[in-house]
């Protein structure tokens, strides 16, 4: 018998996702091989049939996914809640970002900012366009390709501010992480689990999403920057 798991998702959760694989399979001696990538990619890869056990992606992704017939209906989980955060290149001045007009400066005055694509970017964008500064904002911002870490491209100096899920800006050389955005223009992405119709082992699939679903696992989220859903 296949003793592993098979799993995909987006990049937000792959740290954290690695450490709990690793501890999965210390305690069920149960291998569990977790695939990252862009959160779109990960999305197209599903609906186009490739063959995984678990996904893991935005809870609004993985709803669509289930309403779809991707994903087994009643076997999603809510895993994580992730704040998206701002970084700027180590031993640059840190810009205030602790209220909403401090935030909108920082980016009115950064020669350029980075961004990623999936929520944080979407939510980013929304905050450009609240503020009436598309053009002179990101018309001259670097959106960071699929799979490509923010942090990389601040750290190399193409950007002045880089926003990203904290969970993916945190431990990454070359940056320094401000903070995270304001309560009042903060967005908290909410990642699920679910089973793959793909799936040939979904009891043992199942398994796997309660745990990483469960209350044990909250401790190893906190330290990878996100918080228990």
Known sequence: MN???AGLSSMATRHILADLAR??????GIGVDIRSMGGVEAAKRVRGGEPTDVVVLASRVIQSLEAEGHVVKGSVRDFARSEIAVAVPAGSPQPGVDTEQAVRRAMLDARRI???TGPSGDHLKALCEKWGVVDSVLGRALVAPPGVPVASLVARGDADLGFQQLSELMGQPGIEIVGSLPPEIQSVTVFS????SKSAKQEA??????YLASAETGDMKRRHGMEPA
């Open 3 to 5: 003793r592993r798991i």
């Open 23 to 28: 501890d999965y399979e210390s305690r069920n």
């Open 114 to 116: 980075c961004y990623s």
């Open 193 to 196: 689990a679910g089973v793959s």
């Open 205 to 210: 699939a199942r398994a796997l999403i309660a």
